[in-house]
């Protein structure tokens, strides 16, 4: 394998397009990593902030390493500085939502804000299996769950909301349906449909651990050590490696319903081709056209 001699820049995004959001960013690990989804209004993890991450109201945080929170606040006070108007709603791991505080507060403080006008932003924390309708789409609700990592982490997966008719009135004219409606008849079922499922940063028996993921449409996943001879540094620094998304993909073979399933987080000390070679070789066959290797 040859050394990487390449410069990486946060701010140079990658781009893919999957059937229910566009998917803008970058991710490498121990640099930055962030996601934007445009079309769901929605932001996971915030290491780097670009210009156009400000327009989005809804950002959910993983884990509290740095190259994945540190702009967080940068975020939300380029928002001020460019006029938006709504507040933005930073979701996170219950068990983080006093360390964002002080860090909040602190740097705010170092940057000299004003006792009298200092603001905490939106903060909502979360809990595993807990459903969170998003403040601003209420047809769209965020279902987090726990991952190994080397620290408390979570992944979550975004589920569109919806209601349908019931199988047993599908056959009814709107007058017969408005009828029912006003005799108080409950004639809709509620429908999650899960669109985009992330894994923040964790070891790779998650993948089996949180099994529905390969149930959405798209699965952002981390793939930080695929050399064969870095699988035990894998297990060490609490990453997936290669091996175990090829072997979770044998697994689940027909359960796995993903239409893409998008590889990120690559360490830095791999170059582009390796990756790509290696991704290329490992990868079932009959998965090779859904993965997406985000470099």
Not at 15 to 21: A, D, G, K, L, V
Not at 146 to 166: N, R
């Amino acid at each position: 394998m040859a050394e990487n001699k390449k410069i990486h820049n946060a701010l140079k995004q990658v781009h893919t397009e999957t059937s229910c959001t566009s998917v803008s960013g970058f991710s490498v690990s121990g640099l930055a990593t962030y996601f934007q989804l445009p079309e769901l209004d929605f932001c996971i993890d915030m290491g780097e902030c670009p210009l156009s991450a400000t327009s989005i109201n809804h950002v959910f945080l993983t884990h509290a390493h740095g190259d994945h929170g540190r702009c967080l606040m940068r975020h939300h006070s380029l928002r001020k500085m460019m006029g938006v108007e709504r507040e933005s709603i930073y979701y996170m791991p219950k068990n983080i939502c006093d360390g964002a505080r002080e860090w909040i507060r602190a740097e705010a403080m170092f940057e000299g804000v004003p006792e009298s006008k200092f603001r905490y932003p939106e903060i909502v924390p979360v809990e595993a299996g807990e459903l969170k309708f998003l403040e601003y789409r209420k047809d769209l609700a965020l279902k987090p769950f726990e991952v190994k990592h080397s620290i408390p982490a979570m992944g979550a997966t975004l589920y569109h909301y919806k209601k349908k008719l019931k199988d047993e009135y599908l056959g009814k004219t709107p007058d017969e349906i408005i009828k029912l409606r006003e005799s108080g008849v409950d004639i809709t079922r509620e429908v999650y449909d899960p669109l985009v499922s992330f894994m923040g940063d964790c070891m790779g028996e998650s993948l089996l651990e949180n099994s529905h993921v390969f149930q959405s449409k798209v699965l952002i996943t981390e793939c930080t050590f695929i050399a064969p001879e870095d699988y035990a540094m894998s297990h060490k620094k609490g990453h997936t490696h290669l091996s175990q998304i090829t072997e979770a993909l044998k697994e689940l073979d027909d359960q796995v319903k993903c239409e893409k399933i998008i590889l990120s987080h690559f360490s830095m000390k791999y170059p582009d081709k390796y990756i790509r070679d290696m991704v290329e070789k490992e990868i079932p066959e009959k998965f090779r056209e859904k993965v997406v290797v985000f470099i």
